[in-house]
Each structure stands twice: as C-alpha cells, then as structure tokens.
C-alpha cells in the first residue's frame, strides 16, 4: 500500500526555523516526484514546488522560491521542507503528495501537516 | 502563471441530482486537468487526470470532458459521501495551479 506519512502539528513563533516531513512507503520511492502543497486555512490549494529523490531536482514555484526549501533523504526515503525565518502567513496545512508521471496528477497524499506560527 | 476558474463557487444539491462543475484555463492547457475532491479536514483526492480518465477505484458516477481551456465535472448520481470542495489543477505546465474550488453541499 503506497504511504505517504508526514510529521505531526507544529507551533512556532515568527523568525523561527522548522522543517517538516513526509516519508514516502510501498512504492518506489526515488520513481516518482515529491510536490509540496499548501492550504491555508479556509483557502485552496497552492503547489509551492516538486523535488525528486534520486537526484534532488527541484522545480519552485516563483512565488515561493527565497521562502522555502525542498530536500530528501533517500536512505529513509522521506522528503523534507524547510523554513529558515517563518512568518505569521506561513500558518496553513502543507501537504506532500506523489506525482504520477503517467497522469501527471498528484495520486498519493500525505495527511497534511498543520504548521501555527504566531508570536 | 495559468489561471483557473471554477464555476460556480458553491452549489447545493440533492442526493440523486446530477450536477456539473466548470473549470475554464486562461490558456491553452490541452488535457492536462486533474480533478480533485476534498472533505473536511482531509487532504484531497485524485479523481479524474487527463480530463477524461477515472483514477482507479473512483465510482464512475464521475466524469470529466474538455480539452484546450473549458472542461467539466459530472456527477451523474449525487450520493451522500460527495457532498464535498472539489477543485481543478492544471499539470500542462510549471507552476502547477489549482482553480478555487467549488463547495457541493447539501
């Protein structure tokens, strides 16, 4: 069964650090691309950017690029996203999802990981 | 960046209606569309990539049409567990964009 397990709930405070997980399971996981998604809270859906495991390509979107970072660790097959400063707008649900290269939709999500960040 | 639209905004509807949501491109995108549901607290769901083609195990109560910019949703049967956002994204090209979702309530 294809798994894609993320951290759990984070609360920080502006200016902070934090990265995030989503380890990927009963797939191959360096076969597929790795997207990230926001949601913040009551909105839709925003697609911050892909990463793929086998040689950390990235593709960012513009409008995140300077405000996150993707990176993955093979050995443990999990995916990462990284703030170095948040801010009190970075409060939303992210979501890692697997991006399927036949339908080039994301087929596999994770539960998303809710990240509060206030003063 | 492609913009997405999706009509209407929110609907309401009965179990046994069908129902169709819009989904327009402000450029040409083939069929590169992914329809997507989303429940409350959920992460959301692929339904429908390519337009046209049924993920594995979705009801085919469930459809999709269009190509180029103007595609559709069809539920042909509402039933109790559809009552939910479902939104639209285009894959044609980087960054990848959803539309805004549309609200199906009871």
């Known amino acids: 069964e294809v798994q894609l397990v993320q951290s759990g709930a984070e609360v920080k405070k502006p200016g902070e650090t934090l990265k995030i997980s989503c380890q990927g399971s009963?797939?191959?996981?360096?076969?597929?691309?790795i997207a990230w998604v926001r949601q913040m809270p009551g909105k839709g859906l925003e697609w911050l950017g892909n990463i793929h495991p086998v040689d950390s390509d990235r593709t960012y979107n513009p409008s995140f690029q300077g405000q996150v970072t993707f990176s993955v660790d093979r050995s443990i097959t999990t995916a990462y996203l990284h703030w170095i400063t948040l801010e009190a707008s970075d409060t939303a649900i992210y979501y890692c999802a697997r991006l399927n290269t036949v339908g080039r939709d994301f087929d596999y999500w994770g539960q998303g990981t809710l990240v509060t960040v206030s003063s | 960046d492609i913009q997405m639209t999706q009509s209407p905004s929110s609907l309401s509807a009965s179990v046994g209606d069908r129902v169709t949501i819009a989904c327009r491109a402000d450029?040409?995108?083939?069929?590169?569309l992914i329809w997507y549901q989303q429940k409350p607290g959920k992460a959301p769901k692929s339904l429908i990539y390519d337009a046209t083609i049924l993920q594995s195990g979705v009801p085919s109560r469930f459809s999709g049409s269009g190509s180029g910019t103007d595609f559709s949703l069809t539920i042909s049967r509402l039933q109790p567990e559809d009552f939910a956002t479902y939104y639209c994204q285009q894959s044609f090209t980087t960054p990848y964009t959803f539309g805004q979702g549309t609200k199906l309530e009871i």
């Open positions: 450029q040409f995108i083939d069929t590169y």
């Open positions: 009963g797939y191959g996981f360096t076969k597929y691309w």
